[in-house]
């Protein structure tokens, strides 16, 4: 699977970006996706993740209610709605696939470029 992430970009704290990750390769529909974000100077942390169905999803305590992870099977896409921004979601994001449902990176076998997203105050 190749994963490609896009939709980043700087905006103000309170707005709302979507992130999508387009995946190549057939084994798309079969693979959980997560996404997992890295800021400055910090570890790459979890962020969500939804099986391959789309019918079970997990949120960090970070960002519950305000991200909502989603995906297309015949589109082969994953998306990440991000609302009520904040400073401290600035990280690069990246789209991971993964043949288990999880949250720790090992869990994950296939990796997207990441895409930048800052909040400004």
């Known amino acids: 699977v190749q994963l490609q992430a896009s939709g980043g970009g700087l905006v103000q704290a309170g707005g709302s970006l979507r992130l999508s990750c387009a995946a190549s390769?057939?084994?798309?529909?079969?693979?959980?996706m997560g996404w997992f974000r890295q800021a400055p100077g910090k570890e790459r942390e979890f962020v969500s993740c939804?099986?391959?169905?789309?019918?079970?999803?997990f949120y960090a305590d970070s960002v519950k209610g305000r991200f909502t992870i989603s995906r297309d099977n015949a589109k082969n896409t994953v998306y990440l709605q991000m609302n009520s921004l904040k400073p401290e979601d600035t990280a690069v994001y990246y789209c991971?696939?993964?043949?288990?449902?999880?949250?720790?990176?090992?869990?994950?076998?296939?990796w997207g470029q990441g895409t930048q997203v800052t909040v400004s105050s």
């Open positions: 991971a696939a993964s043949y288990g449902l999880g949250y720790r990176e090992t869990e994950y076998d296939y």
């Open positions: 939804i099986s391959w169905s789309g019918d079970v999803t």
């Open positions: 390769g057939r084994t798309f529909s079969s693979s959980a």
